[in-house]
């Protein structure tokens, strides 16, 4: 029997600090726009930003949801991230474990409302 699990997405963003990110993370989760957020601490990045180059260390995140809460979502982190442009970038997911999916998909609200 096949499962209907919303599209799973990953949300990849940028933080400065490690608290930053598990900040937004909880708040994500506990919110239950996002199933899960794999923080990275330790990333470097290289950018321009308002004609000055840039070279500093943040924390990544991947914020695992799915379509249905995608709006939301990024509509939350951008409100509660500090950066004034945060990176939001949706990557899709094009597969994976059934059972992990069907997970995931239960820890999000279902339709995104």
Known sequence: MTVNIP?????YSTIETEAQAHELGRALV?????ACV???PGAR???QWQGKLE????CVMF??????????????A???????TP???????GGGDEDYLSWAAGQVKAGGG
Do not use: R
């Open 55 to 58: 070279n500093t260390q943040e």
């Open 63 to 76: 914020i695992k949801t799915n379509g249905d809460c995608l709006d939301e979502l990024l509509a939350q």
């Open 38 to 40: 794999n923080i990275l």
């Open 87 to 93: 990176a939001l970038l949706v990557l899709p997911i």
């Open 7 to 11: 599209e799973p997405v990953f949300v």
């Open 78 to 84: 951008k409100q509660l991230h500090p950066y004034d």
């Open 30 to 34: 506990e919110q239950k726009l996002a």
């Open 45 to 47: 990045s290289i950018y």
